[in-house]
């Protein structure tokens, strides 16, 4: 049973900084997998945000968080990471992680997903 659990998420001024966390478990990964991040803001559709492949540690952004937002994994630990930076009030959402293969920025190839970590940025 393939289990992701976030951490990390909270409220912040415009400007500043969060670093979400992904644990998982249950997964034994291999090369076409990814992890990514997406994200929902009220009254939208859940967008990509991020996606690393696994094993290669490739990455890929969404041209909105292109230079700010930093993904990462920890392989040793099997947890995946966004380091948020200079955070606008547009980036306020349910931040959600989620596992599958071939993905990249497809929510379709995703089948594993967190219970979501609210991120709220003031103006």
């Known amino acids: 049973q393939v289990q992701l659990v976030e951490s990390g998420g909270g409220l912040v001024q415009a400007g500043g900084s969060l670093r979400l966390s992904c644990g998982v478990s249950?997964?034994?990964?291999?090369?076409?997998?990814?992890m990514g991040w997406f994200r929902q803001a009220p009254g939208k559709e859940r967008e990509f945000v991020a996606a690393?492949?696994?094993?290669?540690?490739?990455?890929s952004y969404a041209d909105s968080v292109k230079g700010r937002f930093v993904i990462s994994r920890d392989n040793t630990k099997n947890t995946l990471f966004l380091q948020m930076n200079s955070l606008k009030p547009e980036d306020t959402a349910v931040y959600y992680c989620?596992?599958?293969?071939?993905?990249?920025?497809?929510?379709?190839?995703?089948?594993?997903w967190g219970q979501g970590t609210q991120v709220t940025v003031s103006s």
């Open positions: 249950g997964r034994t990964f291999v090369w076409s997998d990814f």
């Open positions: 690393i492949r696994w094993i290669s540690g490739s990455t």
């Open positions: 989620a596992v599958g293969r071939g993905g990249g920025a497809l929510e379709r190839a995703y089948n594993y």
